[in-house]
């Protein structure tokens, strides 16, 4: 089982490592480039997501 306490004890950034850290980080709408239903839109930063095992 999880332990949430000390999960809430880590700061923000040592949270988002855990939880990215294992995963794979895909960018599938990169900066620069529009939206493929709205093309007016355009991403400021890069977009994705991840996957995990």
Same mark, same amino acid.
């Given at each position: 089982?999880?332990? /949430?306490?000390?999960?809430?004890?880590? &700061?923000?950034?040592?949270?988002?490592? &855990?939880?990215?850290?294992?995963?794979?980080?895909?960018?599938?709408?990169?900066?620069?480039? &529009?939206?493929?239903?709205?093309?007016? /839109?355009?991403?400021?930063?890069?977009?994705? /997501?991840?996957?995990?095992?």
């Amino acid at each position: 089982m999880p332990d /949430f306490d000390a999960w809430a004890r880590l &700061s923000l950034w040592e949270q988002a490592d &855990s939880l990215v850290g294992d995963a794979t980080i895909v960018i599938d709408r990169p900066a620069g480039t &529009s939206h493929p239903k709205a093309p007016r /839109f355009i991403y400021p930063l890069d977009y994705g /997501f991840t996957l995990t095992a």
